[in-house]
């Protein structure tokens, strides 16, 4: 069980320090960027946001294409059912219907 206790609390967090230490002075001896390349890392960065906008801009154009064809044919789906479901003519409104167009045919000629 010796082992157990062998790096102490002490001896880790002295660990964990220089650790930070060296993460530390190594970030601190990268090199510095010049102004040139941070305004070129700018420039493209507009340019990545710009495109992303204007795809997000073209996907959304066609959402709103897509639903509004989706509502064009619900719409066309309700009037054929409307119109499905308009009263039948007897056969009696039938004969009458056909006789006034044949009277309205005679009364041309």
């Given amino acids: 069980m010796r082992g157990f206790k062998e790096p102490s609390f002490q001896d880790r967090a002295a660990a964990s320090s220089r650790a930070k230490d060296k993460a530390l002075e190594k970030m601190k001896a990268a ?14 960065r507009a340019k990545r946001e710009a495109l ?5 801009e073209k996907a959304r154009q066609l959402r709103e ?11 066309e789906a309700l009037r054929k059912s409307e119109k499905a479901d308009a ?16 009277a309205a045919r005679k009364s041309r000629k």
């Fill in 52 to 56: 992303a906008a204007e795809k997000s």
């Fill in 87 to 102: 009263p039948k003519k007897t056969e009696a409104e039938q004969k009458a219907a056909r006789d006034a167009r044949y």
């Fill in 31 to 44: 090199p510095q960027l010049d102004a040139a390349e941070l305004a070129e890392r700018l420039e493209r």
């Fill in 65 to 75: 294409e897509k639903q509004r064809q989706l509502d064009e044919k619900r719409a």
